[in-house]
């Protein structure tokens, strides 16, 4: 499309003087009609002279009557043949007369995605580059959402793959079905599977390794309020209530004794440590000292809600010396928990992956530790489980600043609301977590799902028509308000490394 011409005119606000007529002024136009007249009548005349004849009678017949048939030729807009002159704009009109079909582009810093659909051109993304750089991008992190099959995770992997090359790492703290371990093995990185049975033991009560910048005591401190957050958030999901009062006192006492026997040891408190604790009233009693009274006897569900994580389906798993150290350094860290809960119940995940996120976040707290990315695939299996969904959220409030973009990866929009009814702390976590990702990919959507699409992200009546047909790996990208339909290109390479549909064939 033809360009503003520079100077004053660009800097108009009205449309119409952006028109450009085609290049003669009337006069013109006026006298060249004169000639072309003048031109017909005389070859008319010479045909006359000519032949001798008179010219056929349909020659005669007026203008305004047309055949039976209708208007003759390509005017007819017979047999999709209707052909109207080419109109011209200027792109600054053509954004305002078709909004969301031709966008500007987010610039070419960052990860190669694919083509942007509307604008023929490569299309580039790299939250870390967007921030700061384009209005409304207030975070790094990303909602992608999308039926089953449609390349989501097969999107999410590709992210992983190119931004290795920046530099990045990527870590995958909830793996559920198993599908990363070899893009984490393709990348020199490391996976760890979990599972009954498996070898891979995890501490959830690992201490980090102390930053630098921050003294010995402030660390202590923190390393103390982290593990106190995972023993309540465990609870919290066994017992699937929130603690009671004197409950948390239990938690705080037993982990102070817990801890110091284990340092006495000189070994790393464990969780089967805490159970045992727990489950002798008599020694939290004693151990309370000026706040006992009936300790021992409040903190009974709780002993039994961690006896699950140590000696019922979980046994084993969270319950020893981690088998491998965290390395910051590895490009890649992936989580497989494809042999936990497949049996509907998401207990078992949702307390491994809570484990398994306290265990990843202790590493990943070091704000010198370079840009991160930390993949929630199948997120929605985590969206009913409130202290989980908590822990999420102060990931994403501290994404910022400490380099990490997370990526949720969901079905439906509507995976947010199962979070609670409307007005409950769950529902309220859910749409904090939406409302904190400036990027929203939203791939094909089900017909009944584009109204709650539509009503939580926002969506113009087209971009909603839009969604309801996309191709697989083909998506509708907000970015910051802005938006571009995307077709995500694979590599060979990648197709074969990211191929969830070998068993389809
Ligand atoms: N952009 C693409 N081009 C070609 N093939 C693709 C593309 N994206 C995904 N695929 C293929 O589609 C298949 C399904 O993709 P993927 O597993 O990523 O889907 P998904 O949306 O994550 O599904 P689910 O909801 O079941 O997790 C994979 O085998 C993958 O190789
Ligand atoms: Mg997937």
Not at 58 to 81: D, F, K
Not at 318 to 324: G, I, K, N
Not at 402 to 415: K, P
Request: net charge positive.
């Amino acid at each position: 499309m033809p360009q503003h011409r520079p100077g004053r005119r660009a800097r108009r606000a009205s449309a119409s003087p952006l028109f450009t007529p085609h290049g003669t002024d009337r006069s013109t136009r006026k006298a060249a009609r004169r000639q072309l007249a003048e031109a017909q009548a005389k070859a008319r005349a010479e045909a006359t002279s000519t032949s001798g004849e008179h010219p056929p009678a349909e020659q005669e017949m007026p203008r305004s009557a047309y055949p039976s048939a209708g208007r003759p030729g390509s005017a007819s807009a017979r047999g999709n043949r209707l052909r109207l002159p080419a109109h011209r704009m200027t792109t600054a009109v053509a954004a305002g007369a078709y909004p969301f079909l031709a966008e500007g582009g987010l610039g070419a810093d960052g990860i190669y995605i694919g083509r942007d659909v509307h604008a023929e051109a490569a299309f580039v993304f790299d939250p870390f580059t967007l921030y700061g750089k384009i209005d409304g991008f207030t975070n790094p992190n990303v909602l992608l959402a999308g039926v089953i099959g449609q390349g989501k995770s097969a999107l999410a992997k590709s992210f992983a793959l190119r931004s290795v090359a920046f530099g990045y790492r990527v870590y995958v703290p909830c793996d559920p079905k198993g599908e990363w371990t070899p893009v984490a093995q393709a990348l020199g990185g490391t996976s760890i599977a979990l599972g009954p049975g498996l070898p891979g033991r995890l501490n959830p009560l690992d201490a980090a390794p102390r930053p630098p910048s921050v003294v010995e005591a402030d660390w202590a401190g923190e390393v103390r309020k982290r593990r106190l957050l995972l023993l309540g958030s465990l609870a919290r999901t066994v017992l699937g209530r929130d603690l009671m009062p004197m409950e948390h006192t239990a938690l705080d006492i037993t982990l102070d004794g817990v801890v110091k026997a284990a340092a006495a040891a000189g070994r790393t408190p464990l969780l089967g440590d805490i159970a045992h604790t727990l489950a002798q009233p008599a020694l939290l009693d004693r151990a309370a000292g000026t706040v006992s009274g009936h300790l021992g006897e409040a903190a009974r569900d709780l002993a039994h809600a961690m006896r699950r994580l140590v000696h019922g389906d979980l046994a084993g798993m969270f319950d020893a010396p981690s088998t491998v150290a965290f390395d910051p350094a590895t490009p890649m860290l992936s989580i497989d928990l494809s042999r936990l809960g497949g049996s509907g119940d998401d207990t078992a995940l949702v307390l491994a992956m809570t484990c398994a996120s306290a265990w990843m976040e202790s590493a990943l707290t070091d704000p010198r530790g370079g840009r991160r990315w930390i993949v929630y695939d199948e997120a929605w299996r985590l969206m009913r489980h409130g202290p989980l969904l908590q822990r999420m959220q102060a990931q994403w409030k501290l994404s910022r600043g400490l380099g990490i973009a997370n990526l949720m990866v969901i079905h439906r929009l509507s995976d947010l609301l199962t979070a609670g009814d409307a007005g409950s702390q769950g529902r309220a976590l859910a749409e904090g977590l939406l409302a904190d990702c400036s990027t929203r990919i939203i791939y094909r959507q089900e017909t009944d799902q584009l109204h709650a699409a539509a009503s939580l992200l926002g969506l113009t009546s087209v971009e909603t028509e839009a969604i309801s047909h996309l191709s697989r790996g083909r998506g509708l990208w907000k970015v910051a308000g802005r938006s571009f339909i995307v077709q995500h290109l694979l590599h060979p390479a990648e197709q074969t490394l990211f191929d969830t549909d070998s068993r389809m064939h």
